[in-house]
């Protein structure tokens, strides 16, 4: 059974995108403008198109509302979009009005919707395939469309009455839907999970090996998303939401050729564009779950061939790596290393599935039937889910339009109501199925690999397995590996077949990068010492008129640094933008002294080098020298609940999904009659316009926000964005501005003037701001970036951030233990919090947990009183001003005087006490006793800790961490 491309193609332009401008203003109707001139063009016949498809998208995307009987079409319920243009966000319910759009002639927007399309036809209308691929991808661009119409085109709604879902999710819904009911099929909801994800990351020995794990794992998604998207299209892909994401448009790229590449490139697209290690195809984009739309009949087929490709592409990998590792070391690999492999990589990824029908039948319309099959499915997992989610008394009689409403009703609902069961029914399945996972111990008899400890290490000789540490390695490839390439491999390291395709997946996916694209870039090679060093780096950029001794110092330390022979290694992109301006001598020393430093760490002594005159010539030049870097790892908060939107805090109502003018006579009528009321108040299950939007808001933000936070807005190194997950290296310098960014671009919040990003974020207008500006712009859920409007998670979602900052030696493996534990810390503290911990060089640590800002009326956040603001000013004020340092080490011996009980934070004796000796230290070192007393009663009254002694002690002493020489920014960048 193959995919009827035309028929997609007829259930994808069965409306205009234009359709929201045209509407009530052409007078041949919407229908048989655009669609019926690319009807014409494409060789679509009526019978092409199944309009059940678009019944049942409707029925599950638009809550409707009733009429009264016999007035079907009141004036009402016309709501013209040109002359009251608004959008709902349709996961905060936040409402963007626009200006009035009657400037816009139909005429005009008609023909500008058929010439955009008539361009993307492929193969003048005969493949249809490629036709669809480029409509569903290039179709939403308003930027191949009309510059003029900016990101309007992008965010056009598919009903003006209900402007939560855009025009092109409605269509995408219709097409997947539209191909899943093709030759008498069901639709069905197919569900796959890959892992594993914490434990196959973390396991390495360098932030190349963390990149690599993450990167790979997403590799291997897309491989398995691939065979979907390929057999049924991308449309079929509900999560992650496929489009934009650059491993697609690279596969697009391929399945197009010429024709898509020109319009890549006219778009700017980036993977094309950026011929560097900074292209987002390095980018870790696509998270380990995904939830499709497929024909019931070939649901376990097309999870087979997924799970399978993925598979395939794992071990072909490992295959590859092995080969190149013993190559370099002077030998083959043999049927032993092979046999090693097949059976190391037998199983990985390990992969789940699971698959619901969302049940249709011979009559669409015939609810109680299919109703009655979703209840009892999911009655065999539990009996009382049958009366739960969507099946709860008030949901089920709201939605079935059961309701007595004296004179007004609903229009016949169909089975397009029942999504949220099957999605439902579908989540359970998997959870299940992930409890009863089975399982086969691999047996291993040689030793161990050095990094993961579960595999043997890779071998040509079976009799090497049992040797000693000191014997291998005079005796293994492994050893000889070491010598000739330490990136690949360090003195003692014997790694199994998944570490080691972990270890080259930087070079393999490099040259692959290479090859498609005409790229010339080396290993991605990403340090923590680079990170650490960036800070000095960024300071020592102005320094432009260097003295002769300062230069002399600059090509001692060059030539010293080519003996190492160390690569050369990513810096953040912002430190790299400014390496151009430096000398040469500062560009050679720039890119290869992090991979000194990291040479060094694993060896003191490397052959040819002192490494006491190496550490010397560096101080000589970089004078005070940052060592310490930071990690951060966000989290959305309840992700789970947002899906399965079966709570009322992760859930709207149904009258906060409907334009104004609609709510605003059901308001009227509701007064009156109380079932109608109940109604309105009702909230809204899941659909896949919802489930649309959720995976759209996540990728606007991993793809593009995440990455222009981390390394346009500060030096850092965005590891891994995948959803509501971020992974990132980050100059501790920047490290305050960096959480705050991120925690902003997730929910889309404008930011307060207090909080003194200006410089990196501003706030979207109405009507729809500035888009010529650079910046990120944010507002109500809605983000402006490059001329693209976003719709992020909304004021509604929260976040929890874990951060902590270490020194460059210190072991990654500890490093991302007590990253895992912050972030646990602050979800464990309440969500909507972070934890930031500094880990000192001798021992010991500073830790604060905090909530980001305090909340104001229904909840809204006070981001005029943030926390890391005010740990920004204390920063600033000691940094420079002539407020000493030691007035905070001062007070912490103070502190030790007083209670530290959870009561005490409420009494105003013992407040105005701490306050006050506070105040005192602070004034005496030419600080601010202000100041002193706003921390308190922050403290007592935001983070209301159960320590409050404890806790501004913590304060305090983090605060002064950012303050010290090696690591303050220069006076007007601080006052910017």
Known sequence: ??????????????????????????????????????????????????????????????????????????????????????????????RFDLHKLTDIGVDHIKDISLQHFQRLIQAGGDDPRRTFLAFWRFGPEGRLADADLGALWQELPADTRTPDHTIWAHLDTVSALHTALDQGDEPCLLALSFGPVQGFISQGRSTSDLWAGSHLLSSLVWAALREIAGEVGPDAVLFPALRGVPAVDAWLLEEGGEAFRELFQELGADFLARRD????????????KCLCLVPARRARELAERAIAAARRRALDIAHEAARRVFKEAGCEITDTTRNQIEKQMAAFPEAFWTAARWPVGEDHRDIETASQRLQTALGQIHPDLEQQGVFTPATWAALNRQLDLEGWTFWRPNAGILYPAVHELTERHLAAGKTIRPFEALKQKGHRCTQCGEREWLTPKPELLPLNRRDRQQQS????????????????????????????????????????????????????????????????????????????????????????EAEPTVLPRKLARELPHQSEDMQYIARRLPSALEMLKDDAAIQGVDAEALERDISSVFKPRETYYALIQMDG????????????????????TWHDQIRAQMDRVARKNRALHDYMETRRPPSPGRHGALSSALNHFSLHLARYVVEDCVKGKLIYAGGDDVLALVAVDDLLDAMQLLRLAYSGLA?????????????????????QDKKLLLKDGFGLLHGRLMRLMGHRATASMGAVVAHHQAP?????????????????????????????????????????????????PRMDRATLTLMGRLRDELAHTDFSRGAI?????WFEGLTDRPQDKRDPRWRAQMAGALAQQFTRQAGSGALAREIVDFVCDTIDPAQPRTAIGQFLAVSEFFARPERIRPYEEALA
């Open 1 to 94: 059974m193959s995919t009827h491309w035309k028929k997609k193609l007829a259930a994808w332009v069965h409306d205009p995108a234009e359709k929201s401008l045209v509407l009530m203003r052409d007078r041949v109707g919407h229908e048989q403008g655009t669609v019926r001139d690319l009807r014409q063009r494409l060789g679509i016949q009526d019978g092409d198109f199944d309009r059940r498809a678009d019944h049942l998208a409707a029925a599950a995307d638009r809550p409707n509302w009733p009429f009264r009987q016999g007035e079907r079409f009141p004036a009402w319920a016309t709501v013209r979009f040109t002359e009251q243009p608004q959008l709902i966000h349709p996961l905060s319910g936040a």
């Open 277 to 288: 290690d900074t292209n987002p195809l390095f980018s870790a984009a696509l998270p380990n």
């Open 477 to 564: 490839p492994w050893g000889r590996l070491a010598e000739k390439r330490r990136a690949w491999a360090k003195g003692g390291e014997h790694l199994c077949a998944l570490c080691t395709a972990k270890r080259l997946w930087p070079s393999l996916f490099t040259e692959t990068v290479e090859q498609h694209l005409d790229m010339d870039i080396r290993r991605f090679v990403v340090s923590t010492h680079a990170l650490a060093l960036s800070t000095t780096l960024w300071q020592h950029r102005d320094e432009t008129r260097r003295s002769p001794d300062q230069s002399c110092h600059e090509n001692k330390l060059k030539q010293r640094l080519t003996l190492v």
């Open 637 to 656: 908060d309840r992700m789970g609940a947002w899906f399965a939107g079966n709570e009322e805090a992760y859930t709207l109502r149904y009258q906060d």
């Open 751 to 771: 930011p307060d003037p207090a909080m003194g990003l200006d410089a990196h974020v501003g706030r979207l207008l109405e009507g729809g701001g500035a888009p």
């Open 812 to 860: 990654l493996a500890r490093v991302l233990r007590e990253l895992r534990e912050a972030e646990a810390g602050a979800k464990s503290a309440g969500r909507n919090r972070f934890c930031l911990r500094v880990l000192k060089r001798g021992g010991g640590a500073e830790e604060l947990t905090a909530p980001w800002w305090p909340l104001g009326e229904q909840r809204a």
């Open 889 to 893: 080490y001062r007070a912490q011996l």
